[in-house]
């Protein structure tokens, strides 16, 4: 990959270096199965107690809601759908967020950590996960690798310039350097303990692609 293709990569990849306990346990909104493995792998871990699980009807399958999907799928590999709270309605990142924060609040007194789990490259949703629940602190990130939306191939970080989602990663980069640096989404910091909240003092940096937090 050229160095360009590296800085895309470096600025929209989600994952961060360690993952800890949480509160909860946060999925969003996918037509995939494999989209719930890293929560299942987080749960059985003992990471958290709680697993979200997030969307609704699906645009081009209006019969399939996401969550649904992912609810039944691991009820049938053994999670109790006690530790489940399921949202239904949603149809974007934002409204993921914002239709789970009410279930959340109901179950939970207080959030202050989180495992998100989100495509390798879609970064943007940590941001909107701190966005829509203000109480969180720290964001792990657990993430999966999707196949391509046209061809359906498998890819990672290391051949995403070949796959068919290469200019949709392109956009992600342009899409999330907009929303941070006119301030639509809060800044966090990439740390060794997870995504963090960048402090009012330091709220100039991690807004771009060039900055050493992100």
Known sequence: MSIADDRVADFVDASVPGIGKVDLIFVFGSTLPIAVSPAEEAFRSGLAPLIVLTGGPNRRKPDHVESEVHAHLLQTRGIA?????????????????????????ERLE??????????????????????????????????????????????????????????????????????????????????????????PEGATRGTGPADSTT
Not at 81 to 99: D, K
Not at 173 to 197: D, I, M, N, Q, V
Request: without cysteine; aromatic residues 8%; hydrophobic residues 35%.
């Open 81 to 105: 759908p006690e530790r489940m709270l399921v949202e239904r309605r949603s149809r974007t990142s934002v409204e993921n967020v914002a239709f789970a924060r009410p279930l959340i609040e």
């Open 110 to 199: 207080s959030v202050r950590t989180v495992i998100a789990v989100v495509k390798w490259w879609q970064r943007r949703q940590v941001h909107v996960l701190a966005a829509g629940l203000p109480t969180v602190e720290r964001i792990y990130a657990a993430t999966w690798n999707p196949p391509g939306r046209v061809d359906g191939r498998d890819y990672d970080r290391s051949n995403w310039t070949s796959s068919s989602d290469q200019p949709r990663i392109h956009g992600e980069f342009e899409y999330l350097t907009k929303l941070l640096s006119s301030g639509e989404l809060p800044p966090l910091s990439r740390t060794a303990a997870g995504w963090t909240r960048v402090k």
